[in-house]
């Protein structure tokens, strides 16, 4: 029996196994090994797909997966913290790229709707493939990590709006106003639809599915609630994506959503791996190389568009010009979500064959620059804000809101805590508590408008600049506390720190142990990697489980710090000499006194002889809400004591036998 898309299917994913190989090994990323798999297996290539037709059947359901998984993501209350760069920040960006965008084209001889509808792909940057760079290079909670993040939140939003807009961009509608009308009883109606199965019918439905422990019955349900609600999307005539994502925020905020976001992970990968394959296939490469130039033009314009729009966006939400720059050129290829929605623009006529190949032809490029344009993304920025700008503004806007430089006191043998995230605020702290004086260097303009009404002693600024740090009295400081997630902005701290002082203490926080040795050769003096300072507490507890001796831990622990936590990272390594757990048979219990027996409670233990006949010792008691320590021949025993005794577990045993209930 011949089924012609399972010849189709082997050739796809054997095809894509070889080039991902490749890709990897040159740390290239996955979704653009798809599409040169698409390209090679297209039309355009070797022609290994007989009928496009039946991939983008595969592709379309990738689509649908993608948009119910970003839908399940979606949670109102976990985006709230950031709405300000979701809304501010992401609509900026993107008007501003429509607008940008739509001007070129007008210019060009494009009509009103084509223009707007080109601005419309060019404004939709890749989520795939800037989320999993960022997460790779652990920027995600950088302060650019975060703006790029609330931006292309976003963009995952708008673009459902986008895709009910494009119909009315043909201006083939007699009555734009009746159509916007029926439209809106449409989004009407199935916000209501969603507003009720998310409240009333879904999650009493999981319950029960969750209930029979069925894992199978749980995906088959899940699943299906993603193609139910994206079939009756369909029959309204709106999209199925959108119908994907409405099923995606019905189960978001339910307590079910993160297991059914790993449930349906694997098929969605599988599936949107054929939605990029698919893309791919629809490049004409003798289309690209003949108008190569043309091509290249269009990309470097996209690139400064984009890049500029979103620079503009992160400077509006008032951070510094080196991590605005860092955020646009994060955010400036053409992503997945425009490929989705330039089918729609191509069925309606608003793309021609020839501008839908050239847009195939930039979208493509501009992803394949991504990675590359990540590896000097740190070099770009602080060569444009430093050298071509001569940026060293410790307060880009709305200067009046925060602490400025010259309020902050003249400090000397302080300490400098660099970022105010969880370890930043602990050392103020611990600082504040010693009576130590300290200030603060922070990005968030929102942190430092609230923390300085509170009074803590910050300042807005980027600490890469030598001139914030000379602000801070940074050469007259003890120590420096550098406490924030950029591993590269980490590295530009030490080195402009060591510029101003080169007798300052420098203390590092740092995610992963791999980035401890470059920070010590940048001046650094001491490096703490998060991995494995917590093993160490972890294992500290342990032995003071197992009654090892305080200063014997202390010792052992002091060994793996002083060794760059060697111990922890060789695969090989020698048990250190003096750790000894090597105790005699003890065990220490905490026992309920249950007894009424006179020979144990309401007499002395003097005179119990508890230790002569049961081989324990008794070395506290509780009770009620008080804990006895002094521990004599005089005290007694009560009905209802805790008693912690220590003993061979044997005599132990046997103790607690005699405090039962008679």
Known sequence: ?????????????????????????????????????GVIAGPHGLSLIDDIHNIEILAEIGVILLLFVIGIEFSLRRLSLIKRTILLGGATQVFGSILLAAGAMLLLNYNLGQSIFIGFLISLSSTAIVLKLLQDRGELNSPHGKIVLGILIFQDIIVIPMMLLTPLLTGEAENIGLQLLYMLLKGLLVIAVVLVSARYVVPKMLYL???????????????????????????????????????????????????????ILPFREIFTSFFFVSIGMLLDVNFLLSNLPLVLLLTVATFLVNTVVATIAARILQYPLRT??????????????????????????LLSPETYQYFLSVSIMTMALTPFTFQF????????????????????FDQGQTTTPDELPELEDHIVIIGYGINGRNVAKAARYARIPYTIIEMNAITVKHESQRGEPILFGDAVHTMILSHVNVHKARVVVIAISDPEATKRIISAVRQVSEKVHIIVRTRFIN?????????????????????????????????????????????????????????????ATNLSTELPDVEVASLRVYTYDETIIDIPLMEAKLRERFNIMIVGIKRHDKTLLNIDGKTTLQHGDVVYVVGHPDDVYRFNLNLKEE
Request: proline share 4%.
């Open 209 to 263: 599915v969750a209930q029979t422990k069925s894992k199978e019955l749980f995906i088959l349900s899940i699943v299906a609630i993603c193609f139910m609600v994206a079939w009756f999307t369909s029959s309204l005539g709106l999209s199925l994506a959108l119908g994907a994502f409405m099923a995606g925020l019905i189960i978001s905020e339910s307590e079910y959503s993160h297991q059914a976001t790993s449930s």
């Open 377 to 396: 993304s740190q070099r770009i920025a602080s060569f444009i804000s430093l050298k071509l700008l001569g940026s060293n503004e410790p307060i880009p």
């Open 1 to 37: 029996m011949d089924i012609p898309i399972l010849d189709d299917v082997v050739i796809i994913l054997g095809l894509a196994v070889v080039v991902l190989l490749l890709f990897q090994r040159l740390k290239l990323p996955t979704i653009l090994g798809f599409l040169i798999t």
């Open 515 to 575: 980035e401890m040795q470059e920070n010590y050769m940048l001046g650094a003096n001491e490096v703490i990697p998060e991995e494995f300072e917590t093993s160490i507490e972890i294992f500290t507890r342990v032995l003071s489980k197992y009654l090892m001796p305080r200063d014997e831990i202390e010792q052992f622990t002091n060994q793996i710090r002083s060794d760059n936590y060697e111990m922890l990272r060789s695969l090989q390594h020698t048990p």
């Open 324 to 349: 605005a720059i860092l955020a646009g050129i994060a955010l400036f290829q053409v992503g997945e979500f425009a490929f989705i929605l330039s089918k729609t623009g191509l069925k309606h006529g």
